[in-house]
């Protein structure tokens, strides 16, 4: 592997592949190289195979894709061949509300949402499969960044097996490692953005630091359960469902929202997804089978399939989506040290945390000259 790259990105997540592919596009010879922390693509917005049955897989992260009606030119310039390969599925019917009684309705607001296919870590592929010359962009996985320096004009970038990687630009895909919760995180010793600069060095990245240490994210603990009973599933009628949980049950519960979703050996996969902010109502396995039967009392094909549920596994996300304090789009580039920010801690004004990401690592591409 040689160790000299034009730009090198922390993250591949959808930021980090989508500014890489748009990057691609625009400078076809310039070498990247991805240095992500986790086993593949997709970060937030990946999958992943149970641990105890090989042959399940599914979504633990970011379940389904929405796009504000404001969605940019060059996000739909992306995700149109998507939808037209059907690579892209609009799921807005397959989601239903429950109510706080525990009633089921399809009140869900029609926009947009979508899912891809077969997996959400096929997103990030499908990104990167668009960029015109994708030999040029590489890959390093279970990599950590643990340090960053800039020395004579080049950023030197430290990895877990002390390996130092050198490129001319260097991109942050990633709030983490300038945000304090890194060091529990990541399990780092030093905040490495901040190390790399002496302040008063760089003002925007100054006041980037500086921002980015205010910013407070949502977390969510995921519950992966397994249906083996074939006949249930097959009563249950739906091969794939979403349902989101009214705010009160989410306040009660921190039950966010539950998806069902067949596999291909005719078995089911259900995903939980729990929201807190400070504290989460800590339940074990028992209890969450508990309290989903007790919601769906009203419904005897949702309690024959959680009467059959076992939980599988867990996935604690402890910075799942930044809650506020977004910083600005003026922060996203630097040229005093060719450094560049891209990722959902950016604001996009009417944009979700998954759409601002993407608008923020298009921007960045479009901003190098
Ligand atoms: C359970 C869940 C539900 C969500 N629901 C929604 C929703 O409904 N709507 C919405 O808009 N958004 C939602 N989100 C947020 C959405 O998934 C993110 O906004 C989006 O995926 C961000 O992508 P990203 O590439 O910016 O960041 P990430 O996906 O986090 O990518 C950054 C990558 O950088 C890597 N990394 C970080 N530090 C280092 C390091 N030091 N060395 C090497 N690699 C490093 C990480 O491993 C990661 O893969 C949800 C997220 C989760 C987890």
């Given at each position: 592997m040689k160790n000299f790259y034009d730009f090198i990105v922390i993250g591949a997540g959808i930021s980090g592949c989508t500014f890489a592919s748009s990057l691609n596009k625009r400078f076809s010879k310039d070498s990247i190289l991805l240095i992500e922390h986790?086993?593949?693509?997709?970060?937030?917005a990946t999958t992943r195979k149970s641990r105890k049955n090989k042959n399940l897989k599914f979504?633990?992260?970011?379940?389904s894709i929405n796009f504000s009606n404001n969605v940019s030119k060059d996000i739909l310039t992306l995700i149109s061949p998507l939808i037209d390969s059907k690579k892209l599925v609009d799921i807005s019917n397959d989601i239903l509300m429950m109510d706080e009684l525990g009633f089921l309705n399809d009140?869900?607001?029609?926009?947009k949402t979508y899912k891809s296919l077969p997996f959400m870590v096929d997103f990030c592929e499908e990104i990167i499969n668009?960029?015109?010359?994708?030999?040029?962009i590489n890959f390093l996985f279970q990599?950590?960044?643990?340090s960053i320096h800039r020395k004579n004009e080049l950023w030197n970038i430290e990895v877990n097996n002390g390996c130092i990687l050198k490129s001319k630009y260097f991109i942050l895909s990633s709030s983490l490692i300038a945000h304090p919760r890194c060091l529990e995180i990541?399990?780092?010793?030093?905040?490495p953005l901040r190390e790399a600069f002496n302040l008063g060095q760089d003002k925007i990245v100054d006041y980037l630091l500086q921002k980015t240490k205010k910013l407070t994210y949502l977390k969510r603990k995921i519950y992966i359960l397994h249906v083996s009973n074939h006949a249930a599933v097959l009563n249950f009628n739906y091969k794939y469902l979403q349902i989101v949980f009214s705010k009160k049950i989410e306040t009660n519960l921190n039950f966010e929202r539950i998806i069902f979703q067949i596999q291909p050996d005719g078995t089911m996969v259900i995903v939980l997804h729990c929201v807190y902010v400070n504290k989460l109502i800590v339940i074990d396995s028992d209890n969450v089978i508990k309290s989903l039967f007790s919601l769906f009392i009203n419904y005897p094909k949702f309690l024959d399939l959680i009467l059959e549920a076992s939980l599988i596994d867990t996935m604690d996300?402890?910075?799942?989506q930044p809650l506020n304090n977004l910083l600005p789009k003026?922060?996203?580039?630097?040229e005093t040290s060719n450094i560049g920010f891209c990722g959902d801690w950016f604001n996009w004004r009417n944009c979700g945390s998954l759409e601002s990401a993407m608008n923020s690592s298009i921007r960045l591409a479009q901003l190098l000259t």
């Open positions: 986790g086993r593949r693509l997709g970060g937030r979504d633990h992260g970011l379940p009140s869900y607001p029609k926009t668009q960029s015109i010359n994708p030999k040029k990599t950590l960044v643990k990541l399990d780092i010793r030093k905040l996300w402890r910075a799942s003026e922060l996203q580039w630097s």
